[in-house]
């Protein structure tokens, strides 16, 4: 990437600004081009999305200590959120359509779309495993049981109706009826989406001369679709300070974690095990111990704090792709391919923390510790699931729990519904690590592909 130029321009009153020009070297359809965005410099050093994604953790967090305790702020915080989670999916569906669809045919072209889609395949499936039985292993080496909360006395077969439901909406819109309704319908299923994108994406393949046009068109627009991503991911967190307000006033309002701090303890330092020490080494293991996966996750900061906040890989999969390529140095055809197959499939943070409240909602309930067969197939039994559970978005916890007590036959007689109220903060903590590795993810296929390039940190967003 080359440096930056600063250039003096007048404006109409005649006095001198500074003007700055980022040349990006871009890689699109395998070709080298530069592209201008000038913008006037406020300040010598912009503001980078890890620094304002924390500040806004730490707006919603002190919004939530003084106004925590008026009984109306949750409702409103809530409803707020939801919306603005909306608006990301908003966001999320028309850019999977092209994007996916212009890098799918970009890398047909250069026959490289086998080895980007194995190497997220591959990705998925072995983070999937490792993240769920280090769940298990986290619960064998500290077992707790599953606190008491506010939801743990309602009517068994809640979470139950509530999987079945989900699954039945998300099978239900597999049937192909017309492609509008299937992108109606993908506000908590996006895998539809994906497959039309990915057929689309396979017919723009510019082997003739009459489908160039075509191609170069959809092209442009993908461009189109990034700038937009780029925007929503550079002032993003004025939207995700208020997911985090509504996040931090219902942990304040149901006191639980504050009841059970040994529990929190346990979620806050597995987490962080995580994040700093397995799923580094699994990057490295996979790059051949070539690239600094600490990099990866800093600059990715922006999007683990949006998925802790929303608890939707939908809305965040918008930064997902903008800070592939231009944090982690990702093409934007890889990037556009393998970030919405790994928010389909790459489930393993979800998987980690389903086995771990699984586990210990079993000590719960049996007042015993399982033994190591059940704790084995426990974490089995989740990274399988996990693969099923973007079917719902937002509530995969839920579903792995739900189908893992059906695979193996537990009944906890309703006891898995004390998981309700403790919900965003177990989805939260999911969807971020689930964030991370579809980070991780994109920055594989693009080493395994030998097109990721080193972004210097001034360039970053």
């Not at 008026?70 to 915080?77: D, L, S, Y």
């Not at 980007?116 to 080496?141: K, Q």
């Not at 219902?250 to 974690?257: A, P």
């Not at 929303?310 to 999969?317: D, G, H, Q």
Request: with cysteine.
């Amino acid at each position: 990437m080359a440096p930056s130029s600063l250039k003096m321009c007048s404006n109409q009153s005649g006095k001198a600004i500074q003007r700055k020009e980022l040349r990006i070297n871009s890689y699109s359809d395998g070709m080298l081009f530069n592209i201008d965005y000038p913008f006037q410099v406020l300040y010598p050093f912009p503001m980078k999305t890890w620094i304002t994604y924390i500040a806004a953790l730490l707006m919603g967090l002190a919004t939530a200590l003084l106004f925590g305790d008026f009984a109306g702020t949750a409702g409103i915080m809530s409803a707020v959120s939801s919306y603005l989670i909306s608006l990301g999916i908003f966001i999320a569906v028309p850019m999977v359509v092209i994007t996916l669809a212009s890098g799918t045919a970009s890398l047909m072209k250069d026959r490289m779309g086998r080895k980007t889609a194995l190497s997220s395949l591959l990705w998925a499936v072995v983070s999937a495993i490792v993240m769920a039985f280090a769940g298990a292993a986290v619960y064998a080496s500290n077992p707790l049981s599953f606190p008491v909360t506010s939801t743990a006395g309602s009517a068994p077969g809640v979470l139950m109706s509530h999987a079945s439901y989900m699954l039945s909406s998300s099978g239900s819109s597999l049937y192909p009826i017309t492609p509008y309704w299937t992108f109606a319908t993908a506000t908590r299923f996006i895998l539809p989406v994906i497959i039309i994108s990915w057929v689309l994406g396979l017919s723009l393949k510019p082997s003739a001369d009459i489908i160039r046009p075509a191609y170069t068109v959809m092209n442009s627009f993908s461009e189109v679709m990034f700038r937009i991503s780029r925007t929503y991911t550079v002032y993003g967190f004025f939207l995700f300070y208020v997911s985090s307000a509504s996040l931090f006033t219902g942990i304040y309002q149901e006191k639980t974690l504050f009841a059970a701090p040994e529990f929190a303890a346990l979620l806050a330092v597995s987490v962080l095990i995580m994040i700093l020490a397995v799923l580094p080494l699994l990057y490295a293991v996979f790059t051949g111990f070539r690239k600094n996966p600490y990099k990866v996750i800093f600059r990715s900061i922006g999007a683990m704090a949006a998925g802790l906040t929303t608890s939707n890989i939908v809305a965040v999969l918008p930064m997902n792709e903008s800070i592939a390529r231009q944090n982690l140095g990702v093409q934007k055809r890889i990037a556009s391919t393998s970030v919405p197959l790994l928010a389909v499939i790459g489930h393993g943070g979800s998987a980690f923390i389903s086995a771990l409240t699984l586990l210990s909602l079993f000590q719960a309930t049996a007042g015993e510790t399982p033994g190591a067969g059940v704790i084995a197939a426990a974490a089995a039994a989740a990274a399988a699931v996990s693969f099923l559970s973007s079917a719902a978005a937002g509530s995969e916890v839920v579903m792995i729990t739900v189908l893992v007590l059906n695979l193996l036959s537990i009944n906890l007689y309703g006891a898995e519904n004390a998981v309700i109220a403790l919900l965003p903060v177990l989805g939260g903590i999911g969807t971020m690590l689930d964030s991370l590795i579809t980070a991780m993810g994109s920055s594989i296929a693009a080493s395994f592909v030998g097109t990721d390039t080193d972004i210097p940190y001034r360039d970053t967003i």
